[in-house]
């Protein structure tokens, strides 16, 4: 079992930036490959980045590609979304994923994973 706890999210003006943190519990998130979604209001849930359990790889979405970066550092258990030249596109609920199977390097959502509560991230024109 994976619990994971999203923060970081807010309210910021097109241009800014913004960095997002996904902390996880349990001893194995080395284990497991994290992704980032995220869901705007009336619309489904997309892939935005993923990386792997050791975090020498990672994914992203064409659109985020060049402003955001996804990272993780196993010591703390906690992925990382660096969101740079953020667009009012950008405004969503963004929610962390931990796949053990590696289906969000795919840009697909985990088959058998986990969730977290999801985080807003609001950027004003």
């Known amino acids: 079992q994976v619990q994971l706890v999203e923060s970081g999210g807010g309210l910021v003006q097109a241009g800014g930036s913004l960095r997002l943190s996904c902390l996880a519990s349990?001893?194995?998130?080395?284990?497991?490959?994290m992704g980032w979604f995220r869901q705007a209001p009336g619309k489904e849930r997309d892939f935005v980045a993923a990386?792997?359990?050791?975090?020498?790889?990672?994914v992203y979405a064409d659109s985020v590609k060049g402003r955001f970066t996804i990272s993780r550092d196993n010591a703390k258990n906690t992925v990382y979304l660096q969101m740079n030249s953020l667009k009012p596109e950008d405004t969503a609920v963004y929610f962390c994923?931990?796949?053990?199977?590696?289906?969000?390097?795919?840009?697909?959502?985990?088959?058998?994973?986990?969730w977290g509560q999801g985080t807003q991230v609001t950027v004003s024109s």
């Open positions: 990386i792997v359990g050791s975090g020498r790889r990672a």
């Open positions: 994923s931990a796949d053990f199977y590696g289906t969000v390097l795919r840009g697909l959502p985990p088959e058998n994973g986990y």
């Open positions: 349990g001893r194995t998130f080395s284990s497991y490959a």
